[in-house]
């Protein structure tokens, strides 16, 4: 069975790019709905009904496992679809089928504690604050996961989010570096103003910033740690295939990449972040 990979659009690749490393000999198919991208404006239940159809999709090309590389459909979608839709969804297909986020391996990442940890509330005079960005789309800020999901755990972390509304669709668009810069430079900006002074480490909580890290990395203060989804990924997935060998994940090391959108190669900025030539098929 194929391990299956969904983002609104080419964002995704960043964390795919990650699991094709560590699983080479699995067989993939990426899935990016450009028609309907970005998700990160839309209300929720445009988010879940878009992410059910692209997980149908991909289970419907003999995936397996379907990983959410979409912080937005992560957050918004994957809940409701794994408490309303996958069980009976996963009977009528009668094989294993699974669909798996990025935002809890992020949230274990940043905070050092599994996702079924939960801090005592003790009272302790916290010494140190920890401030941790988050950069996101506004769909996924306004969900505020991150603050809610990290101040659960640790009490010495405050999370600020900053919703970049344009940067994923301008990614999209194959924007020049010149506009992609201003933007992110924009947004470090006005988080550190927020803050009333640098984050301490950031999160590039959305997966198209991934291809722009370089960019964050130049409008941060140097050597500010940056929390890397794709590796969190990679690292959790391992960890679920070694407690669900009934995942088979292939070892013809197939590669097949489809959009909703416009088929054919994506842009410059893409290809390079990707390393080569990428040709999409129709989905
Ligand atoms: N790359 C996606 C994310 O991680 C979504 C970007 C968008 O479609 O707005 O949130």
Redesign the pocket.
């Known amino acids: 069975m194929a391990i299956g990979v969904f ?3 080419v ?2 690749l960043s964390v795919h790019r990650t699991l094709v490393a560590r699983f080479p000999a699995a067989d993939f198919v990426y899935l990016a709905d450009q028609a309907n ?5 839309r209300p929720g239940e445009a988010i879940v009904d878009l992410t059910r159809a692209g997980c149908e999709r991909l289970f419907a090309e003999g995936c397996g496992l379907v990983v959410l590389a ?3 459909a992560s957050g918004i979608a994957l809940r409701r679809l794994q408490q309303t839709w996958l069980p009976g969804y996963r009977r009528q297909l009668g094989r294993p089928a699974n669909v798996l986020g990025i935002i809890v391996p992020t949230i274990e990442a940043a905070t050092g504690l599994p996702w079924e940890h939960e801090a005592e509330r003790r009272g302790d005079k916290v010494e140190k604050l920890d401030i941790l960005a988050v950069f ?2 506004p769909a ?1 800020a306004s969900s505020r996961v991150y603050e809610i999901e990290i101040d659960k755990r640790r009490q010495d972390v405050a999370v600020f989010s900053q919703a970049c509304p344009n940067l ?1 669709g301008l990614i999209e668009q194959g924007a020049s570096r010149e506009a992609l810069a201003a933007d992110v430079a924009a947004h470090v900006k006005a988080i550190t103003s927020r803050i009333g002074r640098s984050p301490d480490r950031a999160i590039l909580g ?3 910033y991934e291809i722009v890290a370089d960019l964050f990395r130049a409008a941060l203060p140097p050597g500010t740690p940056l929390i890397h989804q794709p590796q969190a990924t990679a690292d959790a997935l391992a960890r679920y295939f070694e407690r669900h060998p009934e995942f088979e994940i292939g070892t013809g090391g197939g590669r097949r990449f489809l959009t909703t959108g416009k088929p054919g190669a994506q842009s410059s900025l893409v290809e390079a972040f990707w390393g080569g030539p990428l040709s999409f098929e129709p989905a």
Do not use: L, Q
């Open positions: 983002d609104s659009g964002g995704g991208t970005p998700y990160g404006g979409c912080n937005t996101s789309t996924t994923a959305c997966t198209h």
